[in-house]
Every structure is written in structure tokens, then in C-alpha cells.
């Protein structure tokens, strides 16, 4: 199985400002194809998780610029710039390398 640690967003973070939060695999996400499988999911209080971030780095449609994704095969953060009232929830990181995800 494929184990995934992830780091805390300071709390609060002031608005305007930069936050980035960290994720680290057990094992490398970088498939043969060059893509690297790693989500991530924002969870606002109340609603459903939307999907942020596929390949590491890849903004989901509709996704506010504001929002990137980097990382290698085993160390990733997503950084999120100017930061508004509105980031406010729970982030997640997923691998999608291995089926079912863990």
C-alpha cells in the first residue's frame, strides 16, 4: 500500500498572503508515462470535496489560478497565492497511482 503523510496549513493564515501546505508518498507517484498521480481536494465546511489539482500540477477546470501544484515523485505542496476568505477548509492529498487509492 501506498502511505500518505500530510503536513498541516498554518492556522490562521492572514488574507492576502501565501500558505503552502505539504504531502509526502511512500512511494514514488511518477508512472512510466511521465505523469505524476497525485490530487489534490479542497472540503468546505458543508460541502462536498472539490477536486483542485490531477498530475501534481494540473489545475481542475474552473480552478482559480491562485492555486499550484508541484512537488517530485515523493514530496509534494500545494501553494495557494493571495490567500481569501473563501480557501477556508480542509485540504487533501490523494495518489491515484494504485487502485483503490489510499
Known amino acids: 500500500d501506498i502511505v500518505m ?3 498541516a496549513l498554518p492556522n490562521p493564515v492572514p ?6 501546505i505539504t504531502c509526502q508518498s511512500s512511494k514514488s507517484l511518477l508512472h512510466s508515462n511521465g505523469k505524476t498521480y497525485l490530487n489534490w481536494y479542497l472540503q468546505r465546511p458543508g460541502q462536498s470535496p472539490q477536486f483542485l489539482i490531477y498530475w501534481m500540477s494540473t489545475r481542475a477546470s474552473g480552478v482559480s489560478d491562485r492555486f499550484s501544484g508541484s512537488g517530485s515523485g515523493t514530496d509534494f505542496t500545494l501553494k495557494i497565492s493571495r490567500v481569501e476568505a473563501e480557501d477556508v477548509g ?6 491515484d497511482l494504485e487502485f483503490p487509492p489510499q
Open 5 to 7: 503523510t500530510q503536513g
Open 90 to 95: 480542509v485540504y487533501y492529498c490523494q495518489q
Open 15 to 20: 488574507s492576502g498572503e501565501s500558505a503552502s
